[in-house]
């Protein structure tokens, strides 16, 4: 028998090299993984590389629940040389269902709750368990924050 597991910890496989007989890895193991990319600024892809942040909020937090974040604006858009603050939540549902995600500031996005912060994760992307985590969940918003940037912008530090 051969133990392999992908490059995101996502599955194991058990056989000759094939990816049958699928099991899922633990919450917990996903999370320390996302962590550990986020303590590391590993496996953020271009054009995002160096645009976005992430971490505990507390590095004593053993549920590794919240999370912050951090997003330069994109490039050339009006957002360009902002960066916002965000608040990500991976509750007891989490990996099975998206983290809940919150912008500090204040931001114009159809997706964005005006009242609260709170992004409409499900309106960014199809969630699978598989190939979405955090990161992928910071650069689709990064992704909607430039076709929003031509939206009329809160001023630069309005907090929700």
Not at 55 to 83: E, F, H, K, Y
């Amino acid at each position: 028998l051969k133990f392999k597991v992908d490059d995101h910890f996502q599955r194991l496989a058990i056989g000759g090299g094939e990816m049958a007989d699928k099991v899922v890895v633990p919450r917990s193991f996903k999370l320390l993984d996302e962590l550990e990319q986020g303590e590391k600024g590993q496996g953020i892809p271009h054009p995002h590389a160096g645009f976005i942040s992430f971490g505990l909020v507390d590095s004593s937090d053993m549920t590794l629940s919240a999370w912050n974040a951090s997003i330069i604006g994109p490039q050339n858009t009006n957002l360009g040389d902002r960066i916002f603050s965000l608040s990500v939540i991976t509750n007891e549902t989490y990996p099975e269902k998206a983290p809940r995600v919150f912008f500090k500031n204040k931001m114009n996005m159809p997706c964005v709750n005006q009242t609260t912060g709170e992004v409409n994760v499900d309106s960014l992307a199809n969630w699978n368990r598989h190939t979405c985590g955090i990161i992928s969940t910071l650069c689709a918003i990064r992704n909607e924050m430039k076709i929003s940037s031509k939206r009329p912008q809160p001023p630069d530090g309005e907090m929700y």
